[in-house]
């Protein structure tokens, strides 16, 4: 399973970004698990922003409900992310993963700057 990841940016506090990321790879794209997004700030560890099941039931980190939403089409074999309101407090690199048969694969990250 490979990922690919795309939409991050430069953006201006308050707006917003559309992040995007797709798997390919010798699999059935409706037996992906669970998939989702972390993100790493500057000097920070990894952390998890949200996450998507196969049946679609979400979990979203608190410093992002009500601003970031997060859906995937298991007939595509993608997941996305849609952020509003950002804040220069979300500028790191983006991850999308998935979990398919007991592992994980990560998607080589996007960057996403906010300036305030």
């Known amino acids: 399973v490979q990922l690919q990841a795309s939409g991050g940016g430069l953006v201006q506090a308050g707006e917003s970004l559309r992040l995007s990321c797709v798997a390919s790879?010798?699999?059935?794209?409706?037996?992906?698990?669970?998939m989702g997004w972390y993100r790493q700030p500057p000097g920070k560890e990894r952390e998890v922003v949200a996450t998507?099941?196969?049946?679609?039931?979400?979990n979203n980190a608190e410093s992002v409900k009500g601003r970031f939403t997060i859906a995937r089409d298991n007939t595509k074999g993608t997941v996305d992310l849609q952020m509003h309101s950002l804040g220069p407090e979300d500028t790191a690199v983006y991850y999308c993963?998935?979990?398919?048969?007991?592992?994980?694969?990560w998607g080589q990250g996007t960057q996403v700057t906010v300036s305030s």
């Open positions: 993963f998935a979990r398919f048969m007991y592992r994980e694969f």
């Open positions: 790879g010798s699999f059935l794209r409706h037996a992906l698990g669970t």
């Open positions: 998507i099941t196969t049946d679609g039931t979400t």
